[in-house]
């Protein structure tokens, strides 16, 4: 293990720390000043993250679009755990908000083909209970998402 490996899993924590206390994922700038560590050093750390496919960057930035399974920005994909909404990137990703926080919680989601709206209950350790006739496709096998991780 480097000072490296060591300095990111650090940067890896105030990222994790921040989605569960602030319900946010946070920038770099936040990240920097969090640990009290210069901005180059961050950058560094999330350009590894990237190239590690720890997390989705924005399109032409380096800031996280997606720290799975939450994600920075309003999506179709809804969830509502610990007394907040959360968002994810997909609805395989929004199975796994509950029990990353450790909390049951509700996705809230519509059909993309008859905008249906869709109810599911995640429990703590994942399990999903919906109603009997949902069913959720996933179009692009596992592994192939960062192929495209945009479109995925």
């Not at 924590?13 to 946010?24: C, F, H, M, Q, S």
Request: charged content about 25%; glycine content about 6%.
């Amino acid at each position: 293990m480097t000072d490296e490996d060591d300095f990111d899993r650090g940067v890896r924590a105030a990222i994790a720390r921040a989605i569960r206390e602030r319900g946010v994922i946070p920038t770099m700038a936040e990240v920097a000043l969090t640990l009290g560590r210069d901005g180059s050093e961050i950058e560094a750390a999330f350009l590894r993250m990237i190239d590690g496919r720890v997390f989705i960057p924005r399109r032409r930035s380096l800031e996280i679009l997606a720290y799975n399974p939450f994600c920075s920005e309003q999506t179709n994909f809804a969830v509502t755990a610990a007394n907040r909404t959360w968002w994810a990137i997909c609805a395989w990703d929004a199975l796994g908000v509950p029990p990353a926080l450790g909390v049951p919680g509700t996705i809230d989601a519509r059909c993309p083909d008859c905008t249906d709206q869709i109810w599911i209950e995640v429990g703590v350790e994942g399990r999903a209970t919906a109603p009997e006739h949902t069913v959720m496709q996933v179009a692009t096998p596992a592994r192939d998402f960062w192929k495209n991780i945009y479109r995925t």
